[in-house]
């Protein structure tokens, strides 16, 4: 099934290769979950989920909770009088000055199927910032919702960084980590690259902490780009490396296949 997020990163046409890169276990731990495209095509019996984004959470922890309540109530919001670029505007303002939980949940669904290319990024202030996106006629995902809200009983959802989730790892769970990807050219002052606040300390820190639970017997399965970098600091992970077709940079009519990898410390 489909995350009924759209999410830069997301791993849904890779979830066959990633499953079979997955041993059976107690629990699933995905210290960075995104959209869950993961967890929703595997069957643990138990599931932490975490991510550093609590609006994330907050949408996922209601929608675990209230399904078809919050489901309905969310529809409210996609008709066409809200998909003009002045309410969008309007909704997106609510969305970062209100305490009311349930309805920002619902306003961030609403922002992930109105904004440009479903992104999700906030300002210095912390304020969600993309634009209108200009969709001829933006649905809910009604049936991708209820799937979830279906198989999140299962789940545990966390705002966490990922290295507080990792420490949470027991014998007999499984880690999957997809965390926000180095950079692939080595000229983009490697040392000290960031992005979303994932600098090349928390790759190293990420890679030690997953040699660390390996030799604890718990499975830790890492994606990433395939560089130089990467295979330095996952030795001596076994890797498979794979082709991805990317739009590259701002231009849509350039498609180019990228090289990424899945480190397995097993
Ligand atoms: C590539 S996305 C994961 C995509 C996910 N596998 C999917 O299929 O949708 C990376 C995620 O890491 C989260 N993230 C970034 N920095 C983090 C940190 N320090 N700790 C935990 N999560 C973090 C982001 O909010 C984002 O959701």
Same mark, same amino acid.
């Given at each position: 099934?489909?995350?009924?997020?759209?999410? @830069?990163?997301?791993?849904?046409?890779?979830?066959?290769?990633?499953?079979?890169?997955?041993?059976?276990?107690?629990?699933?731990?995905?210290?960075?979950?995104?959209?869950?495209?993961?967890?929703?095509?595997?069957?643990?019996?138990?599931?932490?989920?975490?991510?550093?984004?609590?609006?994330?959470?907050?949408?996922?922890?209601?929608?675990? +909770?209230?399904?078809?309540?919050?489901?309905?109530?969310? !529809?409210?919001?996609?008709?066409?009088?809200?998909?003009?670029?002045? /309410?969008?505007?309007?909704?997106?303002?609510?969305?970062?000055?209100?305490?009311?939980?349930?309805?920002?949940?619902?306003?961030?669904?609403?922002?992930?199927?109105?904004?440009?290319?479903?992104?999700?990024?906030?300002?210095?202030?912390?304020?969600?910032?993309?634009?209108?996106?200009?969709?001829?006629?933006?649905?809910?995902?009604?049936?991708?919702?209820?799937?979830?809200?279906?198989?999140?009983?299962?789940? /545990?959802?966390?705002?966490?960084?990922?290295?507080?989730?990792?420490? #949470?790892?027991?014998?007999?769970? /499984? /880690?999957?980590?997809?965390?926000?990807?180095v950079p692939l050219s080595a000229?983009?002052?490697f040392?000290?690259?960031?992005?979303?606040?994932?600098?090349?300390?928390? !790759?190293?820190?990420?890679?030690?902490?997953? +040699?660390?639970? !390996?030799?604890?017997?718990?499975?830790?399965?890492? &994606?990433?780009h395939d560089t130089a970098f990467t295979n330095e600091v996952y030795h001596?992970? #076994?890797?498979?490396?794979?082709?991805?077709?990317?739009?590259? &940079?701002?231009?849509?009519?350039?498609?180019? @296949?990228?090289s990424?990898l899945?480190?397995?410390?097993?």
């Amino acid at each position: 099934m489909k995350p009924f997020l759209k999410w @830069a990163g997301g791993k849904y046409r890779l979830v066959e290769l990633i499953k079979s890169t997955l041993p059976k276990g107690n629990r699933l731990i995905e210290p960075f979950v995104g959209s869950g495209a993961v967890f929703l095509n595997t069957d643990y019996s138990a599931n932490l989920l975490a991510d550093s984004n609590p609006d994330l959470i907050n949408l996922f922890q209601i929608l675990q +909770k209230e399904g078809n309540g919050f489901i309905n109530y969310c !529809q409210r919001l996609f008709v066409a009088e809200n998909n003009t670029e002045s /309410v969008f505007y309007e909704l997106r303002g609510e969305f970062n000055a209100t305490n009311d939980l349930r309805r920002k949940a619902s306003l961030f669904v609403y922002l992930n199927r109105h904004c440009f290319n479903g992104l999700c990024r906030y300002n210095s202030k912390g304020e969600f910032n993309v634009p209108f996106g200009r969709y001829t006629k933006p649905t809910l995902p009604e049936k991708e919702m209820f799937y979830f809200h279906e198989i999140s009983k299962h789940a /545990v959802f966390e705002v966490a960084d990922y290295l507080t989730t990792m420490e #949470k790892a027991k014998y007999g769970d /499984v /880690v999957y980590c997809d965390p926000p990807y180095v950079p692939l050219s080595a000229t983009s002052s490697f040392t000290n690259y960031t992005k979303g606040g994932f600098s090349l300390d928390d !790759q190293n820190a990420l890679a030690d902490t997953a +040699k660390k639970l !390996q030799k604890g017997g718990i499975t830790v399965v890492i &994606s990433n780009h395939d560089t130089a970098f990467t295979n330095e600091v996952y030795h001596p992970a #076994k890797i498979i490396t794979f082709n991805v077709q990317r739009f590259i &940079s701002s231009d849509t009519k350039n498609r180019n @296949a990228v090289s990424e990898l899945l480190a397995v410390f097993a």
